[in-house]
């Protein structure tokens, strides 16, 4: 494919995402201190003259008002607060080559491009910490500096701007915002926020497109995914990168490797500190908000996967485990990972500090080589700390229910309370086609016990590439999962959408109880399947348990024919529990008192 | 629609259950003491030769050596050993009634009909306890007696028939069989044996018919239900029941307040004693395997529902508050609860104690409505344990996830440890059309923390009645729930399937992982969506990654080319970790020692 095909083909997930703007619920903006800071909320309005605020994930998409075009990409949003800082520089960037595309000199297909079209929207030139500052979020907090990054977030989870400073600060939570991707509606991670999302797109050597990845992402978005990794592997790695993030709303994550595993045509052992240094250059001037990084597998852990049932099933991990062998030698990554830190600040990158020996089956959850591993990213995040670098932690895979805890407890203690990141984690092996379940379990249960952001998984792990329907059913399904830990953190307001999504239940008041539903159109339709017509909108029952059986509406008509009684027998109640506990909570008094 | 038109549409309810044939397994039995103790299971022929045993709820249907037939019914499996026991004697049984299958005398549609001709199989006639005798499988644990079903159920869980006996005895676990249904396949029920599953089914006043149910019930069990409730409350309730347990391989569970109500036209508070014991009859009579009966429900708790965010969300939890209230007397499921022990200890039928006032969103979780309700069903449990009733202790519905341990714990507690049978629980409310996964993820978590069985919730929860595909979806995720609770209770033997699974997935037996899923034919599906050749179902890598990328072909690469090195670098570390624990595990010796 061409990048002219690109081009016309990516325009079409425009449809999509316009198609958004109709999700029963209203753009809004929260103000902030300046003009500028306009923090974008959902807001729900209901049929009783109530309104419900949801936090957004969705982008301009959703607002009528704005006129998204993916071929111009998102206004630069935070590009005035980057500027006025004052401690970045605009300068010529790294030259592109056609390699970073996945095309060599010599292709018949490719031959020699111009990079410098990838992308049609306003021109730009990569900016970068002058002098090598640190101009990471982190490294503001640590100085006591409330950027208006931190401020947006602040109004976003409805905290002060201290306490996002604070922890960042602390290195408990991160805002990654790439100084090249002012387009990001500024988020954190962290486990005193709202438990995140993160959905994988990206194609593959085998299928998938531009066009189809940029619209994965849109779709992954309005469905609630609070980042989205851009994992692709195949041809035009580079030009796809260009249009996810020129059209992203959320922070997007690579793992660079990959790309530069491609330019070294797939040979692992070929890979070199050089090749990788450049294509993390070259991925922070595009934007990149996170990376994630493997510099945690050394060459001693390898043998320690050797009788694992699955062996190392993080491609990121693998490649570096075969380039650990077949030169036998330490990792680059690890070998070069001040240098790295270095690098990453100037643009401010957060590391995502990749768990390359996870367990890829409940057999080998927890294990020798996986806890080997977190040691020494717990000591690569105390260097990425003293680089002001902000980070985060990766983690699980296959893990049993009762081993789950464990893997919490002891990243937090091991790396400082650095913000976990963890994928599922998958409960049980034996359902694939389903495995967006059981890793969803896993999941709810992580991010209760302190996760700061989920990965998903979708229906077609270990069988295939997703497509949209994959992407949707995994960004819900998580959704589910961060929202259910919410509430069992006791996250102030969480409990907000549950008690107006039931309240509208019990008062039968259907529209609300579709338009407050994560998926507004599929509760609709499942419930139109079977009563269509328009009156059964406002019918006290549904077909699943028909107008005689229903309870909500018998107990509803018991408080309707017996509230005065109910009210009366329930104050007796609490003041014979009032005399009660006047009286000591004791049943028979002591013999002797 | 008449009796006969039923019976037309319901014999194409074969070609389903026929289709189940061919699931990637064959059908294999496992050997008791006596000819006719054979136990049905799934074998899994693996590609290397390899055979894979796994629990089977499927029934005769998937034994392509036996020709089924839903007129017929299925061959009365249990019936000598009924009738070897010699306690118990066939009676002509309680005259059928129009009213029955919600007929009136005067309808205008139906009028007096034939009941005896509701299926066409073979004759039968009721059988009950001779004068009055308990013919439960718990009083016979009690004698200390291995009944059959005991053996058989002790095969089916690879487990002594002693500690079978000695569970059931204990009150721990239960086997619901009654004598009218010699079609079942004996099970147990109890947290030290494997979690199992309940599927719904039923129709209702606004749709579905007795073919769809039989149907329904067919494909929940080859998906892997362990019971069946039948919670039908439309018309025909009584046929469709029939025809439901004359087909089913697994217990049959039912609500008989539903149909009591039907029987006066759904006006609850015109419900009596009469009305309810005469339903009880009827369906003991017919063969049903357990009963949910709402009998804590009092008329003091009642009271504490009216600041409820959602009342009484329980079916029969509402219909019996209206009773009480309408009539201000306390509940006749209570006053009559002993009198309910003698009938259902004649035929062995279960009780489910009903959790009327169980929570219906998160703000109403573990409020004091539902723990006096579970007081009170602890006290029925002494009380039908002492009249030889089998019993288990329904719970949950909507519970957030850091108080679902408080219910079970407590559940066990006041109701020494009889089985807990949970819904869900629903970890939060916002996710209509998702509430198999909002629920998914409680189960999951509450089956591991005890629950001995876990009612499924399907997508289409609060808001229709449930399709077939609903049905599957619920099964299948219910299925991930229970298997991931068998792993973290550490269930002997669990671990093995997910191992074969792992296996396959990492040395690309793709064929075998398929077959091994929970769902062969979706997980086949959904590999072939993007790789449908036959080279790909051998093939080292699918379209999730691509060649290049597959971290299971590299990570066996890496074993190949290294695997002599590995072990050796493997071994010197294993030397040094003994070397090192012989020194005391200690890093420095201490100065003075």
Redesign the interface.
């Given at each position: 494919m061409t990048t002219q095909d690109a081009h016309a083909r990516a325009e079409n997930a425009t449809d999509t995402a316009a198609a958004g703007k109709a999700l029963g619920s209203h753009k809004g903006y929260l103000q902030g201190t300046r003009p500028d800071i306009r923090v974008p909320v959902r807001r729900v309005h209901l049929t009783n003259g109530k309104d419900v605020t949801l936090y957004d994930t969705s982008g301009p998409y959703t607002d009528p008002a704005i006129d998204t075009d993916v071929r111009r990409g998102l206004a630069p949003l935070r590009e005035n607060w980057i500027v006025q800082r004052g401690d970045t520089e605009e300068y010529a960037g790294r030259e592109l080559r056609p390699e970073d595309d996945g095309i060599k000199h010599t292709s018949p297909r490719g031959g020699l491009r111009n990079l410098d079209a990838v992308f049609p929207g306003r021109p730009r030139q990569p900016r970068r910490g002058r002098n090598g500052a640190s101009v990471t979020q982190l490294a503001y907090a640590k100085r006591g500096e409330i950027t208006p990054e931190m401020e947006f977030v602040a109004l976003r989870e409805n905290l002060s701007a201290e306490f996002v400073r604070d922890e960042i600060a602390a290195g408990r939570a991160v805002l990654p915002a790439n100084v090249n991707h002012p387009e990001t509606e500024p988020m954190i991670i962290g486990k005193n926020f709202l438990v995140k999302v993160n959905a994988n797109i990206g194609n593959?050597?085998?299928?998938s497109s531009i066009e189809e990845e940029v619209e994965k992402m849109t779709w992954a978005t309005r469905w609630g995914a609070d980042t989205v990794m851009d994992l692709s592997?195949?041809r035009n790695i580079h030009t796809t990168r260009e249009w996810v993030l020129r059209n992203s709303p959320v922070p997007i994550g690579t793992v660079p490797l990959?790309q530069a595993?491609?330019k070294v045509d797939?040979k692992?052992e070929e890979l070199s500190w050089e090749v990788y240094k450049d294509t993390v250059i070259e991925q922070c001037e595009q934007g990149v908000d996170y990376m994630t990084v493997h510099a945690g597998v050394l060459l001693?852990y390898?043998?320690?996967?050797?009788?694992r049932?699955?062996?190392?099933?993080?491609?990121g991990?693998?490649?570096m485990?075969?380039w650990c062998?077949a030169h036998h030698k330490e990792s680059f990554l690890y070998e070069h990972f001040s240098e790295l830190c270095e690098i990453l600040r100037t643009y401010d990158v957060t590391f995502s500090l990749g768990d390359g020996l996870r367990p890829?089956?409940?057999?080998d959850a927890n294990d020798a080589a996986q806890m080997a591993e977190l040691d020494t990213l717990g000591e690569l995040n105390r260097i990425a700390k003293a680089h002001d670098v902000q980070t985060m932690i990766e983690g699980p895979g296959?893990v049993?229910?009762?081993k789950i805890k464990e893997n919490v407890d002891r990243q937090q203690e091991v790396c400082e309370e650095a913000p976990f990141y963890t994928l599922g984690p998958l409960?049980?092996?034996?359902?694939?086609?389903?495995d967006h379940?059981?890793s969803?379990?896993g999941a709810?249960?992580i991010g209760?016990w302190g996760t700061a952001m989920l990965c998903y998984v979708t229906?077609?792990?270990?069988?295939?590439?997703p497509?949209k329907d994959d992407v949707k059913t995994g960004v819900?399904?998580y959704?589910?999962?961060a929202?259910?830990?919410d509430?069992?953190?006791?996250h102030p307001g969480a409990?907000q959408?549950?008690?107006a999504?039931?309240?509208a239940?019990?008062e039968f008041r259907w529209e609300d109880?579709?338009n407050?539903?994560?998926?507004p159109e599929?509760?609709r339709?499942?419930?139109d399947?079977?009563?269509p017509a328009e009156p059964a909108k406002t019918a006290h029952f549904?077909?699943?348990?028909?107008?005689?059986?229903?309870?909500?509406k018998?107990?509803?008509?018991?408080?309707e024919?017996?509230?005065a009684?109910?009210?009366?027998?329930?104050a007796g109640?609490a003041e014979k529990s009032r005399e009660f506990a006047a009286a000591g909570n004791r049943v028979y008094l002591p013999l002797a008192d």
């Open positions: 593959s050597a085998v299928t592997t195949g990959y595993l491609e797939g692992a001693r390898v043998p320690l996967t050797a009788r049932k699955t062996g190392i099933v993080s491609r991990g693998s490649i485990a075969a062998l890829g089956s409940i057999a296959h049993p229910m009762h409960t049980t092996d034996i359902a694939p086609a389903y379940i059981t969803g379990i709810a249960m209760w229906p077609k792990e270990h069988l295939g590439l497509d819900i399904t959704k589910i999962a929202h259910a830990a509430l069992a953190k006791g409990q959408w549950d008690d999504l039931s309240d239940r019990f109880q579709f407050l539903a994560l998926d599929t509760a339709a499942f419930h399947e079977t009563l549904c077909s699943m348990c028909g107008p005689k059986f229903c309870s909500m018998i107990s509803q008509e018991i408080r024919q017996h509230g009684t109910m009210e009366e027998v329930e109640m």
